[in-house]
């Protein structure tokens, strides 16, 4: 596995470290350097010095053909292009790109050694490393990640961020159900080769559900649950993964199979234990209103007004949830379009989405394919008034679209 370690704590003329980041991808992908997968991005603090601004780190893997010398050449060349100045050393930077690992190769060459010399010595290096390989085992001194992070100086920290850039992220949906409403099982045999090809697409994010959640949909045993789910999340570890579920004991067997992101349809109320699973876990929790059940939401729901009474749902769910130790820049917020709302419900939900920005969370908005949006057709023939009603929903402040249709999706927010 080749890896490259990126960081900045200036945002030069990007705006944002996060941007240079990604336009230091961009310019690797343009030197027809292939990135297979990417972790997420990490707050640093500056070391081996201080009062500088933190750091915003990531690493990704890379699949290229180019010698360990010719890549790092590269990367300089990058550097320089993007404009960073080698005025004095450990001083802030626009970019600083390293090659970390390169397969299995060990280098001790005066102008370049690999593995990278001091990298056992970085949180922010072990932490992303092990976003994308849990598995990976040093070269030289044979030590598994798990070790290595465990010997990291106490000093060092590094803090993962959610969502707090400006970008639209894309949630791929993956039902790995018989009785989808959208797709009626249609990935139900092969639903890791749909996950491929909605990050090949350029989904961000892939929504893992193995119980239906459609209108009148029984529950589901936690043993199918699990057999449904688990084989897919382990096949696409390194990848951001969210796990929807309302059950406790799935939610463990996904954190524990390297899930990113849990999702509940219930906001943590429909089983008691999984507000502690959710305090223990570290990644993104979303909560989702919805009014009654999957087997009753659609029977005549009601509300006084239907923002204002969610809004007050979410703010009850969120402040249970902080008292309940998961801090608050880890939560997501989802009005549940569809779930216990009328045709009227749903389009007032979405004329006053950018209310719930007062919220003080990400907000993710699923609208895809769902009835309200074309009761007289068939789901599939619904796309092109779901892309209409995501790009609304952005406008207004959604941060993560739940979508079935990814290519166009993108295609329609120009991301």
């Given amino acids: 596995m080749i890896v490259i370690a990126l960081g900045a704590n200036l945002p030069g003329r990007y705006g944002s470290a996060e941007n240079a980041l990604r336009a230091a991808k961009a310019q690797l992908q ?5 990135i297979l997968k990417s972790s997420r991005i990490f707050k640093t603090a500056p070391v081996p010095v201080s009062g500088q601004p933190w750091y915003s780190n990531a690493v990704i893997s890379v699949n290229t053909a180019l010698s360990p010398h010719d890549l790092i050449a590269v990367l300089q060349a990058i550097e320089n292009d993007m404009g960073r100045v080698r005025a004095e050393k450990n001083a802030p930077r626009i970019i600083d790109l390293d090659v970390i690992a390169y397969n299995d190769v060990v280098l001790n060459d005066a102008d370049l050694v690999i593995p990278h010399p001091r990298m056992q010595d970085r949180a922010f290096v072990l932490q992303p490393l092990n976003d994308i390989a849990p598995g990976w085992l040093h070269p030289v001194s044979k030590k598994p990640l798990k070790t290595l992070l465990a010997s990291l100086p106490h000093d060092q920290v590094a803090i993962p961020q959610w969502f707090t850039d400006q970008n639209i992220y894309l949630m791929g949906i993956l039902n790995v159900t018989p009785d989808s409403f959208s797709d009626g099982g249609r990935h139900y045999a092969d639903p890791l080769s749909h996950a491929r090809h909605m990050l090949a697409q350029g989904a961000d994010i892939i929504d893992i559900g193995g119980e239906s959640t459609r209108p009148g949909a029984a529950p ?6 699990q057999a449904r789910v688990l084989p897919v999340l382990n096949a696409l570890q390194g990848h951001v993964t969210s796990i929807d579920t309302r059950n406790a004991a799935t939610m463990r067997a996904a954190i524990k199979a390297g899930v990113t992101m849990l999702n509940d349809v219930t906001a943590l109320t429909h089983d008691p234990e999984s507000l502690a699973v959710a ?7 979303c909560l989702m209103h919805m ?10 729901p009601v509300y006084k007004d239907v923002v204002e009474d969610i809004y007050a749902w979410l703010e009850a769910r969120i402040e249970v949830c902080i008292n309940a130790g998961i801090d608050k820049g880890r939560l997501v917020a989802d009005p549940g379009f569809g779930f ?12 006053g989405f950018e209310g719930f920005q007062g919220l003080g969370v990400t907000l993710l908005a699923g609208l895809s394919r769902k009835t309200f949006l074309g009761p007289d057709k068939k789901p599939a023939e619904r796309v092109e008034a779901s892309v209409a009603a995501a790009m609304t929903a952005a406008q207004k402040g959604a941060r993560i679209l739940r979508v079935h249709d990814v290519a166009e999706t993108r295609l329609g927010l120009c991301l």
Wanted: a negative charge; glycine letters at 10%; zero cysteines.
């Fill in 30 to 34: 343009r030197h027809g350097i292939d």
């Fill in 220 to 225: 589901l045993s936690l043993a199918d649950e």
């Fill in 279 to 285: 305090a223990s876990f570290d990644g993104p929790v």
């Fill in 291 to 300: 009014q009654g059940t999957p087997e009753t939401m659609q029977k005549n």
């Fill in 340 to 351: 216990g709302k009328t045709r009227d419900h749903n389009l007032a939900l979405l004329e």
